[in-house]
Every structure is written in structure tokens, then in C-alpha cells.
């Protein structure tokens, strides 16, 4: 547990990710770059990933900025914490 950490959990900025859910959300990521690709909506690809429009948004500007990805490092530690990007979906 880290200093100041009172309930256990690692907070998102410290990207206490495991390993096999860095690659499960690299995998949510490129799912979104492929839907942005084929032109569907911010509330679309939000809907069929189950997570946060916010999310998507982050994911389809860094997409447009970068190419080919959809935000990797879209949860950087600068941005405020929301619990709202916890959620891991559900990959078909």
C-alpha cells in the first residue's frame, strides 16, 4: 500500500495496472481507433464499450492527433481522477 493510501486500492494516476489489464485496456483502445476509423459516433463507441463518453473523447482526440492508436497514456497522472474510468468493459 502507498503512503497515504488508506483503503488498499492503487489510484488510476499510478497506473497500478497488472500487466494482462494494461494489455486488456490497450485492447478496449484499439477497438475504439477502429470504430473512429469506420466514422461512428463518440456515443456509439462509448455505449458498445460500456465506458465513459469523457473516455472516448480523450481516446478519439489523441487517435486524431497521433493516427493508428486511441489514446495510449489517455489516463495521464496530470488529469484529475475519475472514478468513472475504473470501470474495465467487457471486451466481446
Given at each position: 500500500?502507498?503512503?497515504?493510501?488508506?483503503?488498499?486500492?492503487?489510484?488510476r494516476g499510478d497506473r497500478g495496472y497488472t500487466p494482462a489489464e494494461q494489455e486488456?485496456?490497450?485492447?478496449?483502445?484499439?477497438?475504439?481507433?477502429?470504430?473512429?476509423?469506420?466514422?461512428?459516433?463518440?456515443?456509439?463507441?462509448?455505449?458498445?464499450?460500456?465506458?465513459?463518453?469523457?473516455?472516448?473523447?480523450?481516446?478519439?482526440k489523441a487517435w486524431r492527433e497521433g493516427g493508428g492508436t486511441a489514446g495510449e497514456g489517455a489516463h495521464s497522472p496530470s488529469r484529475a481522477y475519475d472514478p468513472e474510468d475504473d470501470r474495465m468493459p467487457a471486451i466481446a
Open positions: 500500500m502507498r503512503p497515504g493510501n488508506t483503503h488498499g486500492s492503487v489510484r486488456r485496456w490497450e485492447r478496449v483502445r484499439l477497438q475504439a481507433a477502429e470504430w473512429f476509423e469506420a466514422g461512428e459516433s463518440t456515443k456509439t463507441v462509448a455505449a458498445r464499450l460500456r465506458v465513459h463518453e469523457r473516455s472516448v473523447t480523450r481516446w478519439r
